[in-house]
């Protein structure tokens, strides 16, 4: 079965600091991978996908990611933090071979921006 | 354009009620999915439904049930309500069947809280 984990419940960084939030999968076929962003009380964002051919994903407002098949993670960076990415990140993924909406999300990193 | 519109924002019952959640896709979305978000977790997959046939069905117990309308808007049901059922319960359109192909569109949710 598939799985994903978010490795830190909770960062930390200070404005114009690296933002480096982990994700590891557990799949036994390269699934699709999908980085989503929550603000309060506000519903999910796509950030950015992963389904094929490139390994490097850029997404919106300077978020990127990268697919590593040997260490199955798709860890999401940004070289800059600002104010504004103070939010909860979920990794999730779904199955490349079922074809449906279906995706399993980790349990979310809360993002804090300390100015 | 509206995005995923979801009704209502919030809802207070008691267990043993029932309750219906609405949900309206994207114009031109024919997949409808719903997820339930317990605080402090991320969100779980319920239903999905595309061309109002049920397409995916997550570990949920018989008391939810979900249906998708000819015009695409969508309704979640949950029956007997149990404490548990405290939720965000997020509804997302993709214009797609798969995750992969069509990216999902997320509602800002209804909030449920059984008493």
């Known amino acids: 079965a598939q799985s994903v984990t978010q490795l830190g419940s909770h960062v930390s960084v200070s404005e114009g600091a690296l933002v480096l939030l982990r994700c590891n999968y557990s799949?036994?076929?390269?699934?699709?991978l999908f980085w989503y962003v929550q603000y309060p009380n506000q519903g999910l964002q796509l950030l950015l996908k992963?389904?094929?051919?490139?390994?490097l994903v850029k997404g919106i407002n300077g978020f990127e990611a990268e697919f590593k098949k040997s260490e199955t993670s798709f860890h999401l960076t940004k070289p800059s933090a600002h104010m504004s990415d103070a939010a909860e990140y979920f990794c999730?993924?779904?199955?490349?071979?079922?074809?449906?909406?279906?995706?399993?999300f980790g349990q979310g990193t809360t993002l804090q921006v300390k100015p | 354009d509206a995005g995923v519109t979801q009704s209502p924002t919030h809802l207070i019952k008691t267990r043993g009620q029932q309750v219906t959640l609405r949900c309206s896709p994207i114009?031109?979305?024919?997949?409808v999915s719903w997820y339930q978000q317990v605080l402090g977790q991320g969100p779980q997959f319920i239903f999905q439904?595309?061309?109002?046939?049920?397409?995916g069905r997550g570990n949920f117990p018989d008391r939810f049930s979900a249906r998708q309308f000819p015009n695409y808007s969508s309704e979640l049901n949950v029956n007997a309500l149990l404490l548990g059922d405290s939720a965000l319960y997020l509804c997302?359109?993709?214009?797609?069947?798969?995750?992969?192909?069509?990216?999902?569109?997320f509602g800002e949710g209804s909030r449920l809280t059984v008493l």
């Open positions: 992963y389904t094929s051919a490139a390994t």
């Open positions: 799949s036994s076929v390269p699934p699709y």
């Open positions: 114009s031109g979305h024919k997949s």
């Open positions: 439904y595309y061309e109002k046939e049920e397409r």
């Open positions: 997302a359109s993709s214009g797609a069947l798969g995750a992969g192909t069509g990216e999902l569109f």
């Open positions: 999730a993924v779904s199955d490349r071979s079922s074809n449906t909406g279906k995706l399993i």
